[in-house]
């Protein structure tokens, strides 16, 4: 079946510097994507979402990346601040059968913001 | 606003038992979902609603029941526990589609079947 997966399940950054996550999916006829974070003992948070008709999109410090020709996407973190500390999701919205009103998240990666 | 709530945050269940999840939206949200969280997997979709009256099944629905009698209220029951349910349970909601905003997650409810 159709799965998105994350490429490393922790990634440990310096306080200020840039942080990328990555993620890769496998349908590629989804056309929605989203990220999530999710901080320790509380739900996931929306943090920025991109359509497939999108390469580029960018929120505050954050910006997500789609590469439809290798079927993956990434969350880029400016200026990394302990309060980044967290586990990511990425989550793809297919087309039905398997999509419609369905999302497929990720395993998540953790990341650790070091002072 | 309270956003998602979902009672109760902490339950123990003996296999066999039964329980219901209560999960309960004040944004008038037409959407509402549940996974369940489990460490390594993610979260997979157990049952969705896109409306009053109307619910379907996700990728991991097996021992789970829903129904949606109100646009507020999305309760998930669990009619004979077992300890493969234990996991974290989050309830979702959104405005319509999936695609079309974000989804409002719960604290999550957090459940043991010994």
């Known amino acids: 079946g159709e799965s998105v997966g994350l490429h490393l399940p922790t990634l440990s950054v310096q306080e200020g510097d840039n942080s990328i996550i990555n993620c890769a999916y496998s349908?590629?006829?989804?056309?929605?994507f989203i990220w999530y974070k999710q901080e320790s003992g509380k739900g996931p948070q929306f943090i920025i979402d991109i359509r497939s008709n999108m390469d580029k999109r960018q929120g505050q410090r954050v910006t997500v990346l789609l590469n439809k020709t290798v079927k993956h996407l990434s969350l880029q973190i400016a200026a990394t601040q302990p309060g980044d500390s967290a586990v990511y999701f990425c989550?793809?919205?297919?087309?039905?059968?398997?999509?419609?009103?369905?999302?497929?998240f990720g395993t998540g990666t953790q990341l650790k913001v070091e002072l | 606003n309270a956003g998602v709530t979902q009672t109760p945050k902490f339950q123990v269940l003996k296999t066999g038992q039964s329980m219901t999840l209560q999960c309960a939206q004040d944004?008038?949200?037409?959407?509402m979902s549940w996974y369940r969280q489990d460490p390594g997997m993610g979260l997979r979709l157990i049952h969705y609603?896109?409306?009053?009256?109307?619910?379907d099944q996700g990728e991991v629905p097996n021992g789970y029941n829903v129904s949606r009698s109100t646009t507020e209220d999305f309760p998930l029951r669990l009619l004979s526990a077992a300890p493969s349910q234990t996991s974290v349970y989050f309830c979702?909601?959104?405005?319509?589609?999936?695609?079309?905003?974000?989804?409002?997650f719960g604290e999550g409810s957090r459940l043991t079947v010994l």
């Open positions: 989550a793809e919205n297919p087309p039905p059968p398997g999509g419609g009103n369905k999302l497929t």
């Open positions: 944004m008038n949200h037409e959407y």
């Open positions: 349908n590629s006829a989804s056309d929605y």
């Open positions: 609603s896109v409306g009053a009256g109307i619910t």
């Open positions: 979702a909601s959104s405005r319509a589609r999936v695609n079309t905003g974000e989804l409002f």
